[in-house]
């Protein structure tokens, strides 16, 4: 058994390195040759990078969220059977693993006769044909018809990237706009906006330019891009709280005996991931790229948290799945992270619904853009005493808004309101979520 | 070069007029002939030297030929159209174009007429229905008879005289021309200037009949010969055509022998000492009056030169107009590009 | 009222010859017989021999006498007997007719309507049936005319003697007496330089004009029955054209079609396509295609192989609209 140095290949279009998003592979798994192993993140693209040898993995370097420079170690790999002509041939061919060296591979001698690495009037470096080049280009000159062409300009999308399927290899209007939505999904920049002009020197000292960039840019991107894609509608609701509010002041005490300051936002959470549960509707994503939805069978919620980089979604994974102290753990936890900017990348990423909480100035109530590619997200409001009528008397109750936006061209609005009264009677009657623990 | 009949001649060499075939010629004709061809040869002298100077390209001398241009157009009525071929310039001047008009158009200048697009010569002068033609030899005779014709149509007494070479003979156009001119009975003089060659080609290699006014005969049209270096004759010869023309007997082919065709010496030749003789002999003309002529000839020709050398190109958007009436939108797109 | 091709020209010469004494008519056997195919019958019985000419048999001759009398202030409508036989006076028509108000800085002109038959299908052979409107687009200062029906041939025609510039004006023989239709009676012009959509469609622009409209046509239904709604476009003017009624049907369809029955190479198809590309590439969904008449002489015996007839019109339109 050979061990085997796979390093991250030099993906092109001055890539250095990359953000493991994903690992697709752990260690002691057997793997198959072109088995997706890892997804790495560049600045132009999310790429799945799949293993050029069958084998076992004994190693893997780096963690989801960590950058990986070009030619560093990835994989290390227990070959499965000696290096052979045909993975000797098979390397040639990928030279996209720029990390393969011939020293690695042992003698080129094989059963079918000795492959020889220079001929005679063969160029010793072959150009790498087009669609080995650049992995994640399918076509180094991509076909396509003027308008297809000039729309993708428009869409500021590289046509190379595009998988053609239309008649003689040519990328599609089609194909272009599915991929604009996996690009929208994967979060790509979207075209630059118009510059704002400079003001004249004499106004100059009455401005300042800061950078746009960092966290603050990603917000700006994510939110327009959710605006530019989701068909927002928002419904708002009134939610009775007064149950709830004993029920907190009851559990406060044991809470805190184990260490956990219990807020309200832990109930909404898990009356959040039971609704959910009852209508996954609300917990899909919308593959556009394959017009296929998405009913994810897990629930991570998103908290919406500020910091003073802006603002931050903290992600609750399995929340269905996990006690209201367990959610209080998670989201003190996951919140102080965000805030002291220790956060892990697995606790930014993966939500499948967005709680957003805008506190005590959150307003009476407002129009929560969707954490895109979700569809959907539960604003949650101030509660405030109010003169309520129970029972034909007039009260004072806790009351509190609810705002939820979804995107209607999944959710239809009868489906998306089923989801709010189900949470609104979670809340309302909050003993109900007993039922719901896993 | 044989001819039907010899050349009618007026002219004689003591300067006298030869009384059975010479036309009515006042004293203020007579001079205005004289000083024309001055003028002509002149102003054909210098644009010779400016072409050779290179700052004109193109020029065809009229030297030698100044009495067959000036006589012809000299016999038509002001009303008569004339068609000149690419020597003709001193047709305009008689017909009152000024020669700053025509040196602005030798250099293409913003000045010009004709904006500058056409090569030096000819130079064409509307006020006086001295057509533009182009370049090209013999295309203009179809013309001429197309004037002459329309004008017979409306009944309206004008004719059209038109200047050709006798390489011009050889070509379709003098046919189609003659010949419609023949079956219309257009009224239309056709001067053919033969000076015995067409650039390198030597008359003969031209036709092979006896000479060119024959030609006129297999077209139902009247044809003869000139002496073309007698102005006298030319004058006499053309002003019959005209007359003949306007009586509804057609047209007329004159051909005119100039130069080497004309089998005499260059000075014997030359139409300018020979009128000259005739104003002398007339008590006409003095060696005064002539150093005059030729001051002030001098001196037009050279302020009307220095005015166009001085005067602007035209501008580039000039280009794209009168192609078309109303420039259209793809000129217009060109033009502002 | 009800007229043919022929008789819609006729009516538009005699109303322009009634209301315009400057007008005359000039050419082979347009006189008493009224022209072989005639479109100048009963002219020379109305206004005299003085108005309707028949000239001798030189078509240099006809346009170079034509240009006189325009210089000298009539409005000759010569008829060239064939456009085939029209290169003796292509000098002239090139040469003088096209430069003169140029060479002259717009000081003279020369207002000649030149009226030749064109094309084929009607086995004229090849010395009868030739379109040759591409050599005179290609000459700077004419406007070229086609029309296709009755009612656009006498406004065509009206508007061509009225307009200040030369025009080449092609009549498409092959339709002459098949092409009926409802002209208005007395005075009217269909404007030069517009175009007319003659079909609507959302798929494939077809460009055709004269006798090819109808195989477009013809060719449109049968696309039309595989799903492919072609918009025809009947030029009308070929020069100047209307590049404005193009570029909105292509922008509209991202495909042209050019049919015409001149050869392909350089015919007018080719500038036709070049037009599209310059102004409306990033609207094409397809490269353009051009159904023509083949780069042979014009052929006797095989007319109807050479002629871009609506069986090889369809599928040029389908594929182009399905690549």
Known sequence: MARWEFKLPDIGEGITEGEIVGWLVKVGDPVVEDQPMVEVMTDKATVTITAPKAGTVVETHGKIGEIVRVHAVLVVFELEEPSSGRVVARDRRAGVNGAVSHEDDGPAATAVGDLKEVLPGIPAAQPASAASASPGYFNEKPLATPATRKLARDMNVDLRRIAPTGPQGRVTKRDLESFARGQASAHEALAPAPEVAAPPAARAELEERVPFAGLRRKIAQKMALSKQKAAHYTLVEECDVTELKAMRARLMAPADAQGVKLTFLPFIVKATAAALKKHPMLNTTLDEAKSELVFRRYVHIGVATSTEAGLLVVVVRDADRKSILDIARDIERLAADARAGKSKVEDLVGSTFTVTSPGAQGGLLATPIINYPEVAILGVHRMRQRPVVKDGQIVIGDVMLLSLSFDHRIVDGRVGAAFAYEVIAYLEQPDRLMLEMA | MKTLAPPLAVLRDDGSLDPANAPPLSEELAIALYEHMVLARALDARVVGLQREGAVTQHASALGEEATIVGAVAAMKDEDWVFPSSREAAAALWRGMPLSAYANHAFGTSRDAGKGRVAPDPPFWKEARVASVSQLVGTQISHAVGVAWAARMRSEDVAALVYFGEGATSSGDFHAGLNFAGVTRAPVVFVCRNNGWATSLPASRQTASAGFAVKAVAYGLRGMAVDGGDVVAVLAAVGEARRRAAAGEGGTLVEAIVGDAAGRGSEAADPIPRMRRHLQARGLWSAERERDLNADVSADVGAAIAEAEGAAPPARATMFDDVYAVVPRHLAEQRDA | ?323
Not at chain 3, 16 to 43: A, C, S
Not at chain 3, 291 to 307: I, R
Request: with cysteine.
């Open chain 3, 1 to 323: 009222m009800q007229l043919n091709l022929v008789q819609a020209l006729n009516d538009a010469l005699r109303l322009e010859m009634r209301r315009d004494d400057r007008v005359v008519v000039l050419g082979e056997d347009v006189g008493k017989v009224g022209g072989v195919f005639r479109v100048t019958q009963g002219l020379w019985d109305e206004f005299g021999e003085g108005r309707v000419v028949d000239t001798p048999l030189s078509e240099g001759g006809i346009v170079g006498t034509a240009i006189g009398m325009a210089l000298y202030g009539l409005v000759p409508i010569p008829e060239i007997q064939f456009a085939d036989f029209i290169y003796p006076a292509y000098d002239q028509i090139v040469s003088e007719l096209a430069k003169m108000r140029w060479r002259s800085g717009g000081e003279y002109a020369a207002k000649v309507v030149i009226r030749a038959p064109v094309g084929g299908g009607i086995r004229g052979g090849l010395y009868h049936s030739q379109s040759p409107e591409a050599l005179f687009i290609h000459v700077a200062g004419l406007k070229v005319v086609c029309p296709s029906n009755p009612h656009d041939a006498k406004g065509l025609l009206l508007a061509s003697i009225r307009d200040p510039d030369p025009v080449l004006f092609f009549e498409p023989k092959r339709v002459y007496r098949a092409a009926k239709g409802d002209v208005p009676e007395g005075d009217y012009v269909v404007p030069l330089g517009k175009a007319a959509v003659v079909r609507e469609g959302t798929d494939v622009t077809v460009l055709a004009w004269g006798a090819m409209l109808y195989e477009a046509m013809a060719a449109a239904e049968e696309a039309a029955k595989e799903g492919v709604h072609a918009e025809v476009i009947d030029l009308r003017t070929l020069w100047p054209v209307d590049i404005d009624a193009i570029v909105d049907s292509v922008k509209k369809t991202g495909r042209v079609v050019v049919v015409h029955e001149a050869p392909k190479t350089c015919g007018f198809g080719a500038e036709l396509v070049a037009l599209v590309n310059e102004k409306a590439f990033v609207h094409l969904e397809a490269p353009p295609a051009r159904v023509c008449g083949f780069d042979t002489p014009f052929p006797y015996a095989l007319e109807m192989d050479y002629l871009p007839l609506a069986r090889r019109i369809v599928p040029a339109i389908v594929e182009t609209a399905r690549f």
